[in-house]
């Protein structure tokens, strides 16, 4: 099944829930499990920052500060593809 039978909001919403939801599994099993034990280092996540923190946009008569990064983890990528298996084969 193609995806131009869908819509692009189903497709990221979907996409995204699965991440989300692999998210709160993999910070659920890293709360759980000690941090010096092999299994303990699987669920531990990455952080991927893209604008690093403390980032000022300074224009004179505003200055805006912000950061983006994201927090990757063996759960949320296997949410990601679960969620795309969902979107493949139901419909």
Same mark, same amino acid.
């Given at each position: 099944?193609?995806?131009?039978?869908?819509?692009?909001?189903? %497709?990221? /919403?979907?996409? &995204?829930?699965?991440?989300?939801?692999?998210?709160? /599994? @993999? @910070?659920? &099993?890293?709360?759980? *499990?000690?941090?010096?034990? =092999?299994?303990?280092?699987?669920?531990?996540?990455?952080?991927?920052?893209?604008?690093?923190? @403390?980032?000022? *946009?300074? /224009?004179? %008569?505003?200055?805006?500060?912000?950061?983006?990064?994201?927090? %990757?983890? =063996?759960?949320?990528?296997?949410?990601?593809? %679960?969620?795309?298996?969902?979107?493949?084969? &139901?419909?």
């Amino acid at each position: 099944m193609s995806t131009k039978s869908r819509s692009i909001r189903l %497709i990221l /919403l979907v996409t &995204f829930s699965g991440c989300l939801f692999g998210t709160v /599994l @993999n @910070n659920f &099993f890293s709360a759980m *499990l000690s941090k010096d034990t =092999v299994i303990g280092k699987l669920f531990e996540s990455q952080t991927v920052t893209i604008v690093p923190e @403390n980032s000022i *946009l300074d /224009l004179g %008569i505003l200055k805006v500060g912000f950061s983006f990064g994201f927090d %990757i983890g =063996v759960l949320s990528v296997l949410g990601i593809l %679960i969620a795309w298996y969902f979107l493949r084969y &139901f419909r």
